[in-house]
């Protein structure tokens, strides 16, 4: 009989000495989904088939990030360099390349199948001066800066849509943003998430004592609940697990001289 235990984040994990039951499923296959623009199109993306990475989704925050950027690209997008982080599908940016975004870099880890999905989504939404690249968070940036007419002076706008969950990439993450952001104070880098996992929701807000802590000042600008939560048998406070919630991050005034 197999082994089973919590870990320190209250997941659930087995010994190896036998396979869960479940274990040798087929493999899910690649999936599609839509979403509305405000001007009433819809956007068809394609997702990844079951991946460990979790690109086999369209996550709550992805779609909200997609709709205040669109209701705010004047202030956010129009004529901005852009860089999404741990993308997926890839929504928020291609909108931001439909809101005339002058240049678009949309990353995710650098997994073939992933950064291909990306690269299709880009084929079909027929935009230009977008790029998918693969992107290790806290690695060299050189290779995805180079992608701008500017390469050190970094990009105007960062997005990050549900990544806070990873608690043990937070340094990682805010290593990335600190490489990647131009440094004025027009910069932005916008971190939307959700709890879904409410017990642990301080750990999710963690992230932005190390943001504080690395020169940025950190700013609540949205919370909006959701008409569903997204995984429906999971445990924890629903309220919590409907709603998403986005900060703004930019650079201390004196992180930009």
Not at 157 to 170: G, P, Q, R, T, V
Request: proline letters at 4%; charged letters at 25%; one cysteine or more.
């Amino acid at each position: 009989m197999a082994n089973v235990f919590e870990d320190d984040e209250g997941l659930i994990q087995t010994s190896l000495f036998r396979e869960p039951a479940d274990y040798f499923q087929k493999p899910k296959v690649p999936s599609k989904a839509t979403h509305c623009l405000k001007s009433g199109e819809l956007i068809e993306l394609d997702l990844v088939g079951h991946n460990p990475l979790w690109g086999h989704l369209l996550w709550n925050a992805g779609r909200t990030i997609a709709d205040f950027l669109e209701e705010n690209s004047s202030t956010f997008v129009s004529g901005k360099a852009v860089l999404e982080l741990g993308a997926g599908a890839g929504l928020p940016g291609l909108v931001c390349a439909l809101n005339g975004a002058s240049r678009v870099v949309i990353t995710d880890y650098p997994d073939t199948e992933l950064i291909e999905n990306i690269q299709s989504n880009i084929t079909r939404c027929d935009v230009k001066d977008v790029s998918s690249i693969g992107l290790l968070w806290g690695s060299d940036t050189h290779e995805v800066k180079a992608l701008l007419e500017e390469p050190e002076a970094g990009f105007d706008l960062l997005i990050l849509a549900d990544l806070l969950f990873n608690h043990s990439e937070h340094g990682k993450l805010v290593q990335t943003i600190q490489e990647t952001l131009r440094k004025s104070n027009t910069a932005h880098a916008l971190v939307f998430f959700t709890p879904y996992r409410p017990w642990l929701m301080e750990k999710d807000l963690g992230f932005f004592d190390l943001a504080d802590g690395a020169g940025f000042s950190v700013s609540l600008i949205l919370e909006k609940v959701m008409e569903k939560v997204l995984f429906e048998e999971d445990p924890g406070d629903e309220l919590l697990r409907r709603t998403v919630y986005g900060y703004d991050l930019q650079w201390k005034l004196d992180s930009c001289s």
